[in-house]
């Protein structure tokens, strides 16, 4: 957890860089609508003239050749392998949960109707390579979905196919990549989980002596953890619950406080599962911000829903599987007792307090 923390801490305060793309395809043009984080524009191509920390409406006019020369040159779209011309025709800004996002609206004219589509994208990813495009496609009623990455630039789509499995791969994938980069997240769980291979004696921490003890301990919080944000997440998915997103990342960071400082000053005990099912319903919501920004599929609602779902599930495994053992291992040294338990909450406490303050008066305390 340590070197969670201290890997790079100016990322953890902040949702990692995505844009999202959306194409609906008709049998004469492809229209387009691209939405770009103000602030990776910003480090690519320097839009704030006065450097005083905010970009104004001015600032941002001034930078539109800019901006759509900047972000049409990363971007090939061609039909049955012919290239495609496109041409931004109108500039907008959108506010989405993690700052303000300008919006170009573009069209691309091919020579004849597309049966095979291709899109090349490479925005970013020679100054961000952990960036992500998230396409979303539109044809004849369909929605495709797929995710740009420096492993995968370039996606192809056979139009009037919709492929259901690669759909359900595509957006295990997006669960998977959102609890591994989502910080908040991850830390909330391995605060929680971090006792698991010790016991309390005498107002102290002494290492578990039988292994089947600490791997139920994790179970009941993995487990209850699952639970609760599966529900929430559906909840909100299917917009039967709807909070602010703001008020909910919030009360993560909250949440990160609170298991981490159970560490320091017990409160649950062996009931830590009790937290882990309480915070995890908050956390639900925050995994239904992010796909909610992904963009359902409407034609496979329930698809997409539990292969997101699942693939959370997956990369909380693969933390699990690789911090149990190595927990395990060092419990009953000094340095796991006072480093890693001690010293990380110490560390996490801090670090999500930063968060707490930021979201809850909408600041920047972390560049």
Partial sequence: MLLILLASPAA?????????????????????????????????????????????????????????????????????????TTAVLEHLVDDHSDGAYAVLRFSASCEAAAHVLSASYRL????????????????????????????TP???????????????????????????????????????????????????????????????????VVSAFTLAHSITLTLAALDVIQLPSRWVESAIAASVIVAALNNLVVMAGASRWLFAFA??????????????????????????????????ELGQLAIVALFLPLAWGVRNQWIYRRGVLAGGSLLVIVTASVWLVERVFDLKLIA
């Fill in 279 to 312: 915070f995890g319903l908050i956390h639900g919501f925050g995994f239904a911000s992010v796909l909610a920004d992904l963009g359902l599929p409407q034609n496979a609602l329930l698809l997409a829903l539990v292969a997101f779902n699942l693939g959370v």
């Fill in 124 to 151: 970013f990813f020679d100054v961000d390579p952990q960036h992500r495009g998230l396409l979303r496609l539109e044809h004849a009623g369909q929605t495709h979905t797929a995710i740009f990455a420096t492993a």
């Fill in 154 to 220: 370039v996606q192809r789509f056979e139009l009037g196919e919709n492929d259901h499995l690669r759909q359900f791969i595509d957006y295990i994938a997006h669960g998977v990549w959102h609890i591994w980069i989502g910080f908040d997240h991850l830390l909330f769980l391995l605060s929680l989980l971090l006792p698991a291979v010790l016991i309390r004696v005498d107002g102290g921490w002494t290492g578990a002596a039988r292994f089947r003890d600490a791997l139920w301990d994790v179970v009941k």
């Fill in 12 to 84: 953890l305060a902040h949702k990692p860089s995505d844009s999202y793309l959306s194409l609906q395809v008709t049998e004469t043009a492809i229209h387009g609508q691209w939405d770009i984080a103000l602030r990776d524009l910003d480090y690519a191509l320097g839009l704030d003239d006065n450097q005083d920390g905010a970009i104004t409406w001015g600032e941002l006019r001034a930078h539109h050749a800019d901006i759509a020369a900047y972000a049409l040159a990363r971007l090939t779209l061609s039909a049955d392998g012919e290239a495609c």
